[in-house]
């Protein structure tokens, strides 16, 4: 690794507190899916509001109606051009509720928000992909890392202005890029107060290649930019949350076990690390022990 400080890198992912959020809410309607019933005691809305760079971030929340405050999760995909869309809304013929939709029905106010160049936000390239072959998109992916992790504090700054959010209660779960990024993002802002990492690690596979091409002399370039945005720089920063990670045995997008093993060993305690049998999509048992998980953790903070 190159010689960047922790200050520097805590001052790059910095934003102006008094940044406006400007918030737009739209109410749409709750279809438990297991049942096709509408559901007139849960609350769903389109979001949108202000982030850095001028960008607006766009997110669906899900959340009983109550005249109570509710502990709140932050969901982020994975590396998809769907977006935020599979966490709310069924995405094959399976008969259960997506993530954002089962949680908030027991218990949580969800939010699930598209990432930097992903769903209703995506660009006209692959920046943000896992594309070592595409070195020409080096910088612009940076900037994607970086974007994404100031779009999640952002969120928590909305999520703090809701009169049906209990701040003392904020959590984030993380799907594949979703832990590229929150683990940088939960190191940072400690705001959240409980996590869940599925299915990420630090590697080549979220790297560039430039040996031997024309992009040979950006070598020095893609090792800094791999130190200010790789999960394994952030993960020793994150002492201060409770971590549940999630690993499968035959994960060949994050290139095995071994990747993953690298940033289990980098994040500090406290942490548990359940492994499954599987690939990288293969998790979906392990979803109702995470939210167990966040009732234990985030409910305690009352």
């Known amino acids: 690794m190159s010689d960047v400080s922790e200050q520097v890198i805590r001052h790059l992912f910095k934003y102006d507190r008094t940044l406006p959020l400007n918030p737009t809410e739209e109410t749409e309607q709750v279809i438990d899916f297991t049942t096709g019933e509408v559901r007139n005691d849960m609350l769903r809305e389109r979001v949108t509001f202000g982030s850095t760079h001028d960008e607006r971030v766009t997110a669906t929340i899900i959340a009983p109606i109550t005249d109570q405050q509710l502990p709140a999760v932050i969901i982020q995909h994975g590396s998809t051009p769907l977006g935020r869309h599979g966490n709310i ?131 020095t370039d893609e090792q800094l930019i791999s130190d200010l945005t790789d999960p394994l720089a952030f993960a020793s920063w994150t002492s201060h949350i409770p971590k549940f990670i999630v690993n499968g045995d035959n994960d060949l997008t994050v290139g095995g076990i071994e990747p993953a093993e690298k940033l289990h060993a980098a994040l500090s305690d406290p942490k548990e690390i359940h492994w499954y049998q599987g690939g990288h999509g293969d998790y979906h048992h392990l979803l109702p022990e995470a939210l167990i998980f966040f009732h234990n953790n985030l409910q305690k903070n009352k």
């Open 89 to 219: 809304s069924p995405v094959t013929a399976s008969s259960n509720n997506p993530t954002g939709l089962e949680w908030a029905l027991n218990g949580l106010l969800t939010i699930s928000i598209d990432a930097y160049g992903f769903g209703s936000r995506e660009k006209t390239d692959n920046r943000g992909r896992l594309t070592p072959d595409r070195p020409d998109l080096m910088f612009r992916t940076r900037d994607q890392r970086i974007q994404s992790i100031q779009d999640l504090m952002r969120t928590v700054d909305y999520l703090e202005s809701r009169t049906d959010v209990d701040s003392s209660a904020i959590g984030y779960h993380g799907i594949s890029m979703g832990t590229r990024i929150g683990v940088p993002f939960i190191a940072l802002d400690k705001r959240i107060r409980a996590a869940s990492l599925f299915v990420g690690g630090s590697g080549e596979y979220s790297r560039f290649i430039t040996d031997n091409t024309e992009f040979d002399d950006l070598n």
